[in-house]
């Protein structure tokens, strides 16, 4: 069963799995912009690629690819899993990048590499 009929027969209420995975992505997003703003001293690259992968990345490959659907408590735990990952590779990419690139291109590198490679890796891994 996919997750797109699981979710049919799921729960019913305003938070569902895949909005507690938004929102655990979101709080760890915060932190990682702010952290970014602060150390490349730019506000507009680091503030909107990282915020839409690290908040975006894991509900789509847990909505598309994931082959199970959690409660909440688990699907929380999963996204706060699947977010830090997310965050750690753009955090590595931009600090080895920033020095040869500046921040702006370092951010650009980061979400260049990222998100194909996350991508790639849930729809030929996970997917099957």
């Known amino acids: 069963?996919?997750?797109?009929?699981?979710?049919?027969?799921g729960p019913t209420g305003w938070?569902?799995?895949?909005?507690?995975i938004i929102t655990v992505c979101a709080a760890i997003a915060l932190p990682v912009v702010y952290f970014l703003t602060e150390r490349l001293g730019t506000v507009t690259y680091p503030a909107?690629?990282?915020t839409l992968?690290?908040?975006?990345?894991?509900?789509?490959?847990?909505?598309?690819?994931?082959?199970?659907?959690?409660?909440?408590?688990?699907?929380?735990g999963w996204g706060l899993?699947?977010?830090i990952?997310?965050?750690?590779?753009?955090?590595?990419i931009i600090l080895l990048?920033?020095?040869?690139?500046?921040?702006d291109g370092a951010v650009l590198l980061a979400f260049g590499v990222v998100v194909p490679i996350d991508y790639a890796v849930a729809r030929f891994v996970i997917g099957g």
Do not use: C, H
Not at 1 to 9: L, V
Not at 15 to 20: N, S
Not at 53 to 76: C, E, G, K, S
Not at 97 to 102: D, K, Q
């Open 1 to 9: 069963m996919s997750n797109r009929e699981a979710d049919a027969s």
């Open 53 to 76: 992968a690290i908040v975006f990345m894991p509900p789509f490959v847990y909505r598309a690819y994931w082959p199970r659907t959690y409660d909440l408590a688990r699907a929380a």
């Open 97 to 103: 990048a920033a020095p040869s690139l500046g921040g």
């Open 15 to 20: 938070l569902t799995p895949e909005k507690a």
């Open 48 to 50: 909107i690629f990282p």
């Open 85 to 92: 990952a997310v965050a750690a590779q753009f955090l590595a």
């Open 81 to 83: 899993a699947a977010g």
